[in-house]
């Protein structure tokens, strides 16, 4: 267990923003995480995993508790799939590495995104078409309450595009410690259609896909187009795409045809903030060093010395903008402290 105090969080978070915590507690094993917890007031508590999904517009007046808990573990393996329960302190990116590797099918279009395990269900994250909720197969939480250890199926996830129970009704309660996931082991279900990853294929002239090579293309085509939070701070999308009704839809689209779209279930309409903040002119504004991404404005960077509060404010101002400009509500995807 490592303990600090007055501790910079910079290190911590994708943005690279340099917010201190009053006390910093990074734990290895759920017993650690029991004893902390046992010892700490639930009002006293931050839980901390990868950093790659929140904006810190201020020091942490509290007890940061950062989940470094390790380790994959085969629960169980049939002819066609595995069961593999995964530490929540595992970087993300790396399990799907060690997936590719073994040959397990079912995350390579989720390679590349930042953050861990742990969190990788809070958002349902997604990307190319596929989204966690689709090779979940469980997850084990403490609850704060209580110390004990629960277990969450798909459905009680209540898995949603970027949501689940843990932002919802659950938010604050319960500290994810592991994952499971299905994964396939012979007929991998390739997603391909989706975005440019076909075209990827086609470039380097592949016409039998694996899941390494789907892969390699999604690393290529995100590395073109999201900084790397190594080089420039950023937290991935900053906003989720905003989803309309079809009567705003068909409004917005009489003003702006060019307008991509994705239809939804129940007339509902996904429009890519992208292309709505591209096109109010701000792909690569600036203020100080706060900014959106020259490449995919739907991410905001920090080029370097940005506060969190810096940050926020441009977020606002993209917010006002696309507001007046679309009559549109966007609403971010990080989450703000
Ligand atoms: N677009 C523009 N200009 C831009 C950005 C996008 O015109 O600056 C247009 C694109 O041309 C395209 C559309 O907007 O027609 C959608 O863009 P893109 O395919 O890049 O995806 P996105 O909707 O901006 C979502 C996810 C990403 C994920 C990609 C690929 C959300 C909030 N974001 O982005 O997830 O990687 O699809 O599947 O759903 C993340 O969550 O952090 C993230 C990076």
Known sequence: MQVAENFSLKEYNTFGVD???????????????????????????????????????????KTVIHIGLKGIELISESRDEVVLKVGAGENWHQFVLYCIEKAYGGLENLSLIPGNVGTAPVQNIGAYGVELKDTFDSCEAMRIQTLEIETFNLEQCEFDYRNSVFKNKLKGEYIITSVNFRLSKTDHQLSTSYGDIQAELDKNKIKKPTIKNV????VSIRQKKLPDPRELGNSGSFFKNPVISETEFKRLQRQFPDMPFYALHANKIKVPAGWLIDQAGLKGYRKGDAGVHK???????NYGNATGEEILALSNEIQDKIYKKYGVKLEPEVNIF
Do not use: P
Request: proline share 0%; charged share 20%.
């Open 215 to 218: 892969s390699d293309a999604v």
């Open 295 to 301: 490449n995919q404005a739907l991410v905001l960077v």
């Open 19 to 61: 917010v201190k915590a009053r006390k910093f507690i990074s734990v290895h094993s759920t017993e650690e995480l029991c004893d902390i917890l046992q010892q700490t007031y639930a009002s006293e508590i931050f839980v901390l995993g990868g950093g790659s999904n929140m904006l810190l517009t201020k020091d942490i007046d």
